[in-house]
């Protein structure tokens, strides 16, 4: 066990905390922290990171240690200016994805480029020959890596296998007493993890659906094809992040997903399988949408967000999938979302909590 720092910069709310001066303060001395080779959990517009210094091995070692993640899944890379990309990138990227840098960074997007032998750790790329890379489009992760001046290689700041942290909280659940530090910035706003790209043979690949969605992607390359990721019962092919064979953003209680067009049939469905399952003696749970609640009835019903704005089921999935631990919860069904838009990667989360166990009604 480590004593590990806490800056609070904003609130719960997300209202900043203190005066300018005191946030400048504890961005300097997180940044400190990175530089020493220690671990720091920062907030980013998706998800909070889990941050080291990417060209030092043994501050990479420590994300590893700290999350128990799996040492082939590689880590993405967080800088606050392109021209930062020159000291570990090899080559310039290819065109279509220079473009997404320049429509998307900022933002939620993680491009897959070479790397440049001996540049970051061997253990941030996990041993492949390119390296993931993105800008994060949030004022304290952004201060942040500006001030410690590496590049910032950083996973998502749970425990390998949990669903990732959109709040500074889940990140103490999780981490706490195992890391240098946590960079309170206040909840998270896309809530679901970046889009991970990659060119090949001509096409921009989606390896992991994300905060922004293959429409913008589309819109952004006209000309360019787009590809998707396999999904469930679609034969592979597509090349993918290695990160996604993993069980990941798991509850600890069992969980399905309920698929049907009638969401009256649907929550007649589930009705008779969760009273089966009371019967059991289960401790039953329903991850649905605010205008779906009044449907249910389960020990603890659970909304993600609105349906008629899929943005907020986004930012409340993960929040609302480690409340069903709270709540002792050890079967849940949970309803799915239409599968477009932001709804792709939600969707794409949802089946990976559930093991890809699907019902269809
Ligand atoms: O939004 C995000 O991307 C968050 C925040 C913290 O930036 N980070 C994040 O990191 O989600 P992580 O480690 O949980 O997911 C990284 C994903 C994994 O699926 C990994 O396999 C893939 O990116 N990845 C990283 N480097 C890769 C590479 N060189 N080739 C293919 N996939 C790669
Ligand atoms: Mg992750």
Redesign the pocket.
Known sequence: MTTTKLWQIHDEAGTEMGTRETADKAIAEAAGLLVQGETVAFP???????GADATNSAAVEGIYRAKG?PSD????V?IADRSQMDTFAEGTPAEPLRRLMDAFWPG?L?V?VP?RAGAVSPL???G?S???V?I?DHPVALALLRAAGCPVA?????SSGRP?PTMAEHVADDLGGRIGGIVDGGPTG?G???T?V?WASGAVYI??P??VTAEQLREALPDVPVREPVRTGEPAGT??????KYAHYAPKGSMRVVLGDDPEAVAEWMRRDLDAAKARGERTGVLTYDERRGLHHADAVISSGRLAEPETIARGLYAALRQFDREGATYILAEGCPDTGIGRAVMNRLLKAAGQEVVRV
């Open positions: 980013t517009e998706t998800v909070y990171g889990l993640r899944n590689p880590l993405i967080h939620p993680t897959i790397v941030v790329t996990a492949l390119t390296v993931g993105r994060p950083a996973p998502s700041a749970n990732s896309v679901v993890e970046s991970v990659e390896l992991r994300g905060g090349p993918r992040a290695p990160g996604m």
